[in-house]
């Protein structure tokens, strides 16, 4: 299941709407087979097995056969924020993964069960998926890395989580109808994230100057340094038509590489192409809208364009990624 982002919290009559929280984490599947083997994967079906060791192993003890539950793997700092980082790090560790499932325990937060003890549930309404969910936890003991996902049929509780929760890097709510089936690729759920909107300078495009599709996204840092901050979302036709008079190709003292490397720019995770683009004279600032998901001094999604500040000048945007992005 998937879910489309909606600008507004989307309110049904009489528990029409379950609504979460949405984690800042790995999407995964975790399945125990009928002769209790283990499989941890992510959605598009990547091995997850050696990176997370301490969620097979929960899985293994916890799960009864032929059961599978999606849910979302993820890291809490000793001070209840969320680390997108040491997941990228355990995804990357190799043979250091045990070493950092002892230093950095991961939990998988649990929010669906497709399958239980061989009985396909994938029919059945959410409510019912949910109802048989919590009675699997009731017999998982609380010190276990599952964790029940919160949810609540309340949209005054649930505006208060999307008030109060982003500050532990929680990205909004998903939103999902009671009765839903569970239909793997489908878009049957709505997300409402955290936005802010902030200032960036234009680094580079992708396209064309003439009809720019993307903008690359730049700040400067405390030395004068300017840094890959992240990329906007396709441009409207009327965006684009907006920025591209403004744009001027790039002077050879332009501090990016002609062709940037896989994760520098917000994008689909997991990208091992180098991105071709133009770069150009970093002197047009854009206001953006961004989320809450920032990484290594990017946003981590792709940020919305709002409009050209032709009243800011290049020294009225911040500086690094400032905490604004925390705002909500």
């Given amino acids: ?80 924020r969320l680390d997108f980082g040491a997941l990228q790090r355990r995804n990357s560790a190799g043979n250091r993964a045990a070493e950092l499932a002892r230093a950095e325990p991961c939990h998988f937060v649990v929010f669906d069960l497709p399958r239980m003890r061989g009985r396909d549930l994938t029919g059945s309404p959410l409510v019912e998926r949910r109802r048989a969910l919590e009675e699997l936890f009731a017999g998982i003991p609380a010190a276990s890395v599952l964790a029940l996902s919160m949810q609540t049929a309340d949209p005054g509780e649930a505006r208060g989580w999307f008030r109060s929760l982003h500050v532990a890097g929680i990205e909004g709510l998903v939103i999902k109808p009671a009765r839903s089936r569970y239909e793997p690729g489908a878009r049957g759920w709505w997300k409402l994230k955290h936005r ?36 906007t979302t396709r441009l409207a036709d009327g965006a684009a038509r907006q920025v591209a008079p403004l744009l001027a190709p790039a002077g050879p003292d332009h501090p990016w590489p002609e062709r940037l490397p896989p994760g520098w720019t917000s994008g689909r995770y ?41 009243d800011l000048s290049p020294s009225d945007v911040p500086l690094n990624l400032d905490l604004e992005t925390d705002s909500g």
Avoid at 206 to 217: D, H, K, N, V
């Fill in 1 to 80: 299941m998937l879910a489309a982002g909606v600008d507004r919290l989307p309110v049904g009559r009489g528990g029409e709407f379950l609504y979460e929280p949405k984690w800042d984490g790995f999407r995964a599947v975790g399945m125990v087979d009928a002769e209790r083997g283990v499989h941890l994967q992510s959605r598009r079906g990547a091995r997850f097995n050696e990176a997370f060791p301490e969620v097979v192993w929960a899985l293994y003890e916890c799960l009864p056969p032929s059961t599978t539950v999606d849910g979302e793997i993820v890291r809490w700092t000793p001070d209840g």
């Fill in 196 to 231: 802010s909107t902030t200032e960036a300078l234009v680094g580079g495009v992708t396209g064309s100057l003439e009809r720019p599709a993307e903008l690359l996204l730049g700040r400067y840092d405390d030395e004068g340094v300017l840094h890959v901050a992240g990329r």
């Fill in 270 to 310: 997991g990208s091992r192409d180098p991105l071709e683009y133009t770069r150009v004279r970093p002197d047009v600032v854009a206001e953006v809208a961004v989320d809450v998901a920032a990484e290594r001094g990017r946003w981590r999604h792709a940020v919305r364009f709002i409009r050209v500040r032709q």
